[in-house]
């Protein structure tokens, strides 16, 4: 019995680990979509806005803040999170775009079995990125 409950153990933490990146990459990939998508919705005037100041124009403000939403339930448990919005490959804001992308990086490393896996393999991070490029739709 000994012997065998690490071995158990051991077998049972490689499948919580990768549902774990599954599941992180899931919802990256859900929100980099629905900011993608909600960024070709707009309208010609909302995307031709500037932001005021040092902030960033109207409508990618929206589309971070939607993804920021959809990524708060999984913040604790990473490293970081960035989220970069692009239309035509450029920052948002004065003009009407062809496309627009969203990007997001989950930052993640193994908390589960660290002790063991950092000593065989290292202390290596990993990134998820999750990225969406659509068309704009926008009227």
């Known amino acids: 019995m000994a012997f065998v409950l690490p071995i158990f153990i051991l077998l049972l933490a490689v499948p919580f680990f990768f549902a774990r990146v599954f599941w992180y990459y899931s919802v990256g990939e859900k929100a980099a979509h629905d900011a993608a998508r909600y960024l070709s919705m707009a309208n ?35 490293d970081g999170i960035n989220i970069t919005l692009l239309c035509d490959s450029i920052v948002c804001g004065g003009a009407v775009p ?42």
């Open 44 to 78: 010609q005037a909302e995307m031709r806005t500037y932001g005021g100041g040092f902030s960033e124009a109207k409508v990618p403000a929206v589309a971070r803040w939607i993804a920021q939403q959809e990524l708060e339930e999984i913040l604790p448990f990473t």
């Open 98 to 139: 062809a496309t627009v992308r969203a990007d997001i990086q989950i930052g993640l490393h193994d908390t589960i079995l660290s002790p063991l896996t950092s000593e065989y393999l290292g202390n290596t991070n990993m990134t998820l990125n999750s990225h969406v490029t659509m068309l704009y739709a926008g009227d």
